[in-house]
């Protein structure tokens, strides 16, 4: 049982106050969707919480099952079991997925990252590209170099499956991909909630949600919480926008 809680963070970056009191929090099985407008913090929070270098906490916490991550290097954030796909996936020349994924089950097992990796891991590898429309040639290709940009959203998402870790943040998962990759991010975001993951999912688009139901929606705007509800306050942000909320107040 995981909990991941975010309690009043405000977050500056670059000198600028990003994140202006932010709360929420997820717990095993379920997930949680954060929208909003382009440039309202979404992806802020997302680095904040893996432990980027730029993002200054001047105030909150960050619990990882009660306990305060601030203090944590990013390594030992994902040897915790927090995981971040990121919105726009760098590429990583001379890197391969299965050489990294064998990198990180060894770091998990106090092994030297370069040791040879279980035999099963391959295995465990091409069906989890499999599972989001991936051939096995990715596995071995250089991560990132030269993919297309819905290549790069469903190797994040392959990792995900991969590394099986506690609390998994996607940022934009859905962004760029074709129809068919949509759904599959959906149903594989639905099997990591019933295997007890705890998610939170950025999104513009409640095209996602049509396949997997979001157990809870925060809206942020302007680095603050604006709303949440439940899945149809993300329906609602598809068919008006962002308008209503300031109608109503926010
Ligand atoms: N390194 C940086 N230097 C300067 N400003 C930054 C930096 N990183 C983020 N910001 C600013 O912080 C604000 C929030 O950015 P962020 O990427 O978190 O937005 P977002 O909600 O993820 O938007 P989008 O939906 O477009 O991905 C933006 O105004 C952005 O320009
Ligand atoms: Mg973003």
């Given at each position: ?18 994140l202006?009191g ?5 717990s095993?099985?379920?997930?949680h ?47 915790k ?14 890197v ?13 097992k ?6 040879q ?7 465990k590898?091409?069906q989890a590209?499999?599972e ?18 819905g290549?790069?959203?469903?190797v994040?998402?392959?990792?995900a499956?991969?590394?099986e870790?506690?609390?998994i ?8 991909l ?11 975001i639905d ?14 688009y409640?095209?996602?949600?049509r396949?997997?139901?979001p ?16 899945a ?6 598809e068919?008006?926008g ?7 107040g926010?």
């Open positions: 049982m995981a909990t991941l809680e975010v309690r009043d963070l405000v977050v500056s970056v670059e000198g600028r106050q990003v202006k932010v709360s929420l929090r997820v095993s099985g379920e997930v969707a954060l929208m909003g407008p382009n440039g309202s913090g979404k992806s802020t929070l997302a680095y904040t919480i893996a432990g980027r270098p730029g993002y200054t906490v001047e105030s909150g916490v960050i619990l990882l099952n009660g306990e305060n991550i601030l203090e944590l290097e990013p390594e030992e954030r994902a040897l079991g927090i995981f971040l796909g990121f919105q726009e996936p760098p590429p990583l020349p001379g391969r997925l299965l050489s990294l994924v064998n990198a990180v089950y060894n770091k998990k106090g092994l030297p990252i370069t040791s990796g279980d035999p099963l891991l391959y295995k590898v091409i590209l499999q989001v429309g991936l051939t096995p040639v990715y596995a071995t290709r250089e991560l990132n170099v030269g993919f297309s940009g290549e790069k959203k469903r994040e998402v392959a990792q499956l991969i590394l870790p506690e609390v943040v996607l940022d934009e998962p859905d962004s760029g074709d129809a068919d990759g949509v759904r599959k991010v959906a149903e594989i099997k990591l909630r019933k295997n007890g993951k705890a998610l939170l999912v950025i999104t513009h409640a095209r996602l949600f396949f997997v139901e157990d809870v929606v925060t809206v942020l705007s302007g680095g603050k919480v604006v709303a949440r509800g439940g149809e306050l993300a329906r609602r942000i068919s008006e962002y308008k209503f909320l300031n109608e109503s926010g």
